[in-house]
């Protein structure tokens, strides 16, 4: 009997110590913050790439489509760029704080969406290779234009990247590209350098720098 009123004891100590416990926890997590510390800020989103234009990004409104039109105005290679999101064949930016949509419309057989905006947006500012290059380079560049002599990096800095449902391999002896939406242009290789621009010649007058 004294056994078993002794176990009753513990228990009754034991149960009385677990409700002692639980309010302990509740008080504090209704702890206000002690005063002077930064309560946690919420998540900023910051974005899944950012870095710089590839190339001269020709845009309509606020779209910049893979087709890269050579008759509309264009963001200039090394801008700042900042890939908030990717959806479907769409990428929501920001160039140079200014909210813009990349619109992957010709090249969704030959690359993912993701594949085709990273190359447009790269990690490292063009303008540094640029700054290497002779005036005459930086100019026609400047200009969204080409010469002959040029070599495919700096060929791509000018115009952007041809559309790679028409340029599936890069090695072959030609590039093409469009002008505008009826008005395709061509650029030819020799060794690796610009050897000739064909197409119409209104076309091919626009897009050939003839300065120095």
């Known amino acids: 009997m004294k056994e078993k009123f002794v176990f009753s004891r513990f228990s009754v100590l034991g149960a009385v110590f677990c409700v002692i416990a639980l309010l302990s926890a509740c008080k504090g997590s209704d702890t206000k913050p002690e005063e002077g510390k930064p309560v946690a ?18 845009y309509s409104g606020d779209w910049i ?3 890269n039109l050579a008759q509309l105005p264009f963001i200039a290679a090394g801008t700042p760029i900042k ?5 479907g064949y769409r990428a929501y930016v920001e160039v140079d704080g200014k909210p813009m ?7 969704r ?13 790269v990690l490292d500012d063009p303008k540094v290779k640029m700054a290497k290059y002779s005036p005459a380079v930086r100019n026609a560049i400047a200009k969204g234009q080409l010469m002959k002599g040029m070599t495919k990096e700096q060929v791509i800095i000018s115009v952007g990247h041809p559309q790679t449902n028409e340029n599936q391999r890069l090695d072959g002896p030609y590039w093409r590209y469009w002008w505008s939406s009826f008005g395709p242009y ?11 621009i064909d197409g119409h010649s209104e076309t091919v007058g626009y897009m050939t720098y003839k300065g120095k």
């Not at 800020?41 to 020709?58: D, M, P, Q, V, W």
């Not at 061509?186 to 000739?196: A, D, E, H, I």
């Open 41 to 58: 800020e919420a998540k900023k989103e910051t974005g899944i790439r950012s870095g710089y234009a590839c190339c001269n990004l020709h």
């Open 101 to 107: 949509r990349l619109g992957h419309d010709y090249g």
């Open 83 to 87: 890939v908030l999101r990717i959806d």
């Open 186 to 196: 061509y650029v030819y290789w020799t060794k690796g350098s610009v050897s000739k």
């Open 109 to 121: 057989a030959e690359e993912t969406t993701e594949q085709w905006v990273n190359k447009l947006v």
């Open 65 to 67: 489509s893979d087709s």
